[in-house]
């Protein structure tokens, strides 16, 4: 997550997920914050804002408050107050840039804090800049990881609670669809996933969720089914 990206179609999809699914949990996010960059035109995605009458009817106060955000100060901090009032936030800067031979043994550190920060929490929302990538350790030494979850952390932020994990769909080869099914196998645990394509292609999976928050979570794309919206359907046997 980066603070320029803040009140985007992205955000408002997440945090309305989010205000459904906390309905029955002690919520906990994860900003994953990464240093604002100025390379691309990323953050952009706010036109959604000015057709009100498609997009305001499904979550009318987040998306006044979304507007506000976007022509005020658009940062994590601002997207906070959507949530509940005891929910937990672990907003610490992810430690870049470092040294190459640095990167590791800080990106460890800064997860172990943030597991410690977010164990009250029976739901976990973790943000990263990208989304899911694998375990190679060659990964952890790379000057964009920050942008990146590890699967083993994934694990580690879903053992014994639910969790809710944003991925940015690559150009994996065989279609998203084949994408969110690796990412399912991969995470050896119980998931559902809720597809996102309204502008860019980004999946929300849903890791270890009990009986009411699958149902909220069905419930919320049917809701959402007429703005690109809906339940990952599995192509693995």
Same mark, same amino acid.
């Given at each position: 997550?980066?603070?320029r990206?803040?009140?985007?179609? @992205?955000?408002y999809?997440? &945090?309305a997920?989010?205000? *459904?699914? @906390?309905k029955?949990h002690?919520? @906990?996010?994860?900003w994953?914050?990464?240093?604002?960059?100025?390379?691309?035109g990323?953050?952009?995605?706010?036109s959604?804002?000015?057709?009100p009458?498609?997009? /305001?009817?499904?979550d009318?106060?987040?998306?006044?408050h979304?507007?506000?955000?976007?022509?005020?100060n658009?940062?994590?901090?601002a997207l906070?107050?959507?949530?509940?009032?005891?929910?937990?936030?672990?907003?610490?800067?992810?430690p870049?840039?470092?040294?190459?031979?640095?990167?590791?043994?800080?990106?460890?550190?800064w997860?172990?804090?943030l %597991?410690?920060? &977010?164990?009250?929490?029976? &739901?976990?929302?973790?943000?990263?800049d990208?989304?899911l990538?694998?375990?190679?350790?060659?990964? /952890?030494?790379?000057?964009?990881?920050?942008?990146? %979850?590890?699967?083993?952390?994934a694990q580690? &932020?879903? *053992?014994?609670?639910c969790?809710?994990?944003?991925?940015?769909?690559?150009r994996?080869? @065989?279609?998203?669809d084949?994408?969110?099914?690796?990412w399912?196998?991969? %995470?050896?645990m119980?998931?559902?996933?809720? /597809?996102?394509?309204?502008?860019?292609?980004?999946?929300?999976?849903?890791?270890?969720?009990?009986?009411?928050?699958?149902?909220r979570?069905?419930?919320?794309?049917?809701?959402?089914?007429?703005?690109?919206? /809906? %339940?990952?359907?599995?192509?693995?046997?």
């Amino acid at each position: 997550m980066q603070n320029r990206y803040s009140g985007d179609i @992205g955000d408002y999809i997440k &945090l309305a997920l989010l205000r *459904e699914l @906390g309905k029955s949990h002690n919520v @906990g996010v994860a900003w994953y914050l990464y240093p604002d960059e100025s390379h691309n035109g990323d953050g952009g995605h706010t036109s959604y804002l000015a057709n009100p009458g498609f997009w /305001r009817p499904l979550d009318p106060w987040l998306f006044d408050h979304l507007s506000q955000v976007v022509h005020g100060n658009r940062s994590v901090r601002a997207l906070e107050q959507a949530f509940g009032e005891n929910t937990l936030f672990s907003s610490e800067p992810l430690p870049v840039p470092l040294r190459a031979r640095e990167r590791s043994d800080a990106r460890s550190a800064w997860f172990l804090k943030l %597991l410690e920060n &977010l164990s009250p929490c029976s &739901l976990v929302f973790a943000d990263p800049d990208n989304g899911l990538v694998s375990n190679d350790p060659l990964r /952890r030494r790379a000057s964009n990881f920050g942008k990146q %979850l590890p699967l083993v952390e994934a694990q580690a &932020l879903s *053992e014994g609670r639910c969790t809710v994990i944003y991925h940015h769909n690559s150009r994996l080869k @065989g279609g998203h669809d084949t994408e969110v099914d690796k990412w399912l196998c991969a %995470l050896q645990m119980p998931a559902i996933a809720v /597809r996102a394509t309204a502008y860019s292609c980004r999946t929300f999976f849903i890791v270890n969720p009990d009986a009411d928050t699958t149902n909220r979570a069905r419930e919320f794309c049917c809701r959402w089914k007429d703005h690109k919206v /809906r %339940l990952h359907v599995s192509n693995v046997a």
